[in-house]
C-alpha cells in the first residue's frame, strides 16, 4: 500500500495493517460497515484528533515494517534466540490475546450459517494455549539451556537438549497441521463475498499468523536447532 495519510480510508487501513483494527475497536472508530471514509473523518466524527490517530497508525505501521526487515540466519546464537523472541514470541504473546475476540465474535455470529467457523475456533483455541505454552517453555528452559550448552558444552547438557529438542520439533509439527487445516477449511483464507469486515479480519489475522508461525518454525528447526545438532 502507499503512503497513509489523513485522506486514505479507514477500511484501506485495516486492509494494509490488519492490527490496527484493535486501535480503531478502541476508539470506536467504525472500520466494517461505516470504513469507507477518510483517517480524517472517522476521527472527528468520534471527536478525535486526526492526526494523532494517524501517528498511532504509523506506530503500527512502522512496526509491522521492522518485522519483515531483518535477515536473521546469519546472526550469532545469542543475537537469533533475541531475535526470535522479540519477534515471534512477543508478537504471539501480543496477537493470540487481541485476536481471540474477533474469532469469538465472528464464531457467534456467522457460526450457524457457516459452521466451519466454529472448528475455527476450536483450533485456535488450541493453537493459542499450545504456542503460548510453547513458547513459555523457550523462553525460560530451552533457549538458556541452548546458549549455555553452545558456551560450554557438556554431556549432561548435550543430552538434555537432545530431548528438548525432539519434543519441540514433535509441538512445532503439531502446530503446522493445525495451520494447514485452517487453510483448508478457510479456502486459502478467503473470506465468502458477503463476509463483514470483522469476518475479513478474522481471516486476514489468522493467514499473518500462519506466515509469521512458519517463519518462526523455520528458523528454530532449520537454524537454531541444526547448530545445536551440528555441536551434539
Given amino acids: 500500500m502507499g503512503q497513509l495519510t489523513?485522506?486514505?480510508q479507514v477500511s484501506a487501513i485495516v486492509t494494509a495493517l490488519p492490527r490496527s483494527a484493535d486501535l480503531f475497536r478502541e476508539m470506536r472508530i467504525d472500520?466494517?460497515?461505516?470504513?469507507k471514509v477518510s483517517l480524517k473523518e472517522a476521527a472527528e466524527g468520534r471527536n478525535l484528533n486526526p492526526e494523532k490517530v494517524?501517528?498511532?497508525v504509523k506506530i503500527i505501521e512502522r512496526k509491522q515494517a521492522t518485522r519483515s526487515s531483518l535477515e536473521p540466519t546469519s546472526f550469532g546464537n545469542k543475537t537469533l534466540i533475541a531475535y526470535i523472541q522479540e519477534k515471534y514470541h512477543a508478537n504471539l504473546q501480543e496477537e493470540l490475546p487481541l485476536l481471540a475476540p474477533y474469532?469469538?465474535?465472528?464464531?457467534?455470529?456467522h457460526g450457524e450459517r457457516?459452521?466451519?467457523l466454529l472448528r475455527i475456533q476450536e483450533i485456535f483455541k488450541t493453537l493459542r494455549a499450545e504456542l503460548l505454552a510453547h513458547t513459555d517453555d523457550e523462553d525460560k528452559n530451552?533457549?538458556?539451556l541452548i546458549l549455555e550448552f553452545m558456551e560450554k558444552p557438556t554431556p549432561e547438557l548435550k543430552e538434555q537438549l537432545k530431548l528438548h529438542v525432539a519434543e519441540l520439533e514433535q509441538e512445532h509439527d503439531n502446530a503446522g497441521k493445525l495451520l494447514h487445516e485452517l487453510r483448508d477449511i478457510t479456502n486459502n483464507f478467503t473470506p465468502p463475498k458477503?463476509?463483514?469486515g470483522t469476518y475479513r479480519i478474522v481471516y486476514a489475522r489468522l493467514e499473518q499468523l500462519e506466515k509469521d508461525t512458519f517463519e518462526h518454525i523455520h528458523l528454530e528447526n532449520?537454524?537454531?536447532f541444526n547448530r545445536v545438532r551440528d555441536a551434539i
Fill in 6 to 8: 489523513l485522506d486514505t
Fill in 31 to 35: 472500520y466494517c460497515c461505516g470504513g
Fill in 54 to 56: 494517524l501517528a498511532s
Fill in 103 to 109: 474469532i469469538t465474535k465472528v464464531a457467534r455470529v
Fill in 114 to 116: 457457516h459452521p466451519h
Fill in 142 to 144: 530451552v533457549f538458556p
Fill in 194 to 196: 458477503d463476509a463483514c
Fill in 222 to 224: 532449520n537454524v537454531l
